[in-house]
């Protein structure tokens, strides 16, 4: 009878297992970060934060703190970010010092941005990346936090071959592996591009070839204009791809950074574009973000010509305060 009762019970488990697998199959299952924290969080060491603190007498500078300093914004980590580990470690600590959630971006992908070349670099082998995203991971621990996975990865394959297509494919698996494993509370989102890049159809397949299953969720919009509505309907036909062809469905977060005038269909430091809605819970997606940060140049095109990407250009982000 023991026998009996004890094969009973590992029926039941896994058979919980199985139904909770097949709802978000492959996700860990951890705590709510949202829950655990009151806010989002401001990094007090922002480049436009930065920059205000040593312009004081600019006269922009009021505008740009109020309305980008002060907002809550990603920052983005890659081979410029020193020891991996530490640096995630001190701006989640620092974040969760003050009970908020902090929004971090992992950005250090092999061959990062391909086919444009304004991001060009990346860990230089896949070794290399693995033993990075592994400490990335481990730096954050059981505190809570967002990640924002790898920005343009998946929109890049047009110009990849077949092999690098795979074994990107197997460092972007392996990678929400480690989050699952080593950050418990960390909710990760795998990019997907934006509405102007892939059809839906497409951007799910490669979402499911990368592995999503076990992340949390998407994200959308990352570095791009286009409007929230215009992400909210291409999230939504991701999600109605991948319950047709997978199975399951995902939450995703939206990149609001700049997308106030939507998108005039360029993407290299366009003119007339906006700050768009701050960051926050729910809009129209799980999450809306500011994950480009507003008045970092995307490269040196457009009105940021002259610039590289990630500098910050302050008459750049005055314009987008005011839409000029």
């Known amino acids: 009878m023991r026998r009996s009762r004890r094969r009973l019970s590992l029926l039941v488990a896994a058979s919980l297992t199985a139904l ?23 990094d007090p060491g922002s480049s436009a934060q930065q920059w205000v603190n040593a312009n ?17 914004t990603a920052r983005w980590f890659g081979n410029w970010s020193g020891t991996i580990g530490t640096a995630t470690g001190a701006f989640v600590g620092a974040a969760a010092a003050g009970g908020t ?7 250090n992908i092999p061959n990062r941005d391909i086919c444009a070349g304004q991001s060009g670099g990346g860990a230089g082998s896949d070794a290399a990346y693995d033993s990075w995203i592994a400490a990335f991971a481990s730096g954050i621990g059981t505190r809570p936090a967002v990640v924002v996975l790898e920005p343009d990865s998946l929109g890049d394959e047009s110009c990849m071959t077949a092999a690098q297509i795979s074994e990107r494919n197997a460092l972007l698996r392996n990678a929400i592996a480690q989050f699952n494993a080593k950050a418990p509370n960390t909710w990760v989102y795998l990019d997907a591009g934006n509405p102007g890049w892939l059809s839906a159809p497409t951007m799910a397949q490669h979402l499911a070839d990368a592995g999503v299953a076990g992340a949390h969720g998407f994200s959308l919009n990352v570095s791009n204009f286009y409007s929230t509505s215009q992400n909210t309907a291409y999230g939504n036909a991701v999600n109605a791809a991948l319950q047709s062809a997978s199975g399951f469905t995902k939450p995703y977060v939206i990149d609001t950074s700049r997308n106030g005038n939507g998108s005039n269909g360029q993407w290299c430091n366009p003119a007339g574009r906006r700050t768009g809605t701050p960051t926050q819970l729910g ?27 990630g500098q910050f250009l302050p008459q750049v982000a005055y314009n987008l305060i005011y839409g000029y």
């Open 283 to 309: 809009g129209g997606a799980e999450m809306l973000l500011w994950v480009k940060a507003p008045g970092e140049s995307d490269g040196n095109c457009g009105t940021g010509a002259g610039s590289s990407a």
């Open 56 to 72: 004081p007498g600019d006269g922009r500078a009021a505008a740009i703190r109020s309305s980008i300093a002060n907002v809550p």
């Open 101 to 107: 959630l902090p929004v971090l971006v992992a950005y």
């Open 20 to 42: 909770l697998a097949t709802v978000h199959p492959g996700t860990a299952y951890a705590a709510d970060p949202t829950t655990l924290t009151h806010g989002f969080y401001v």
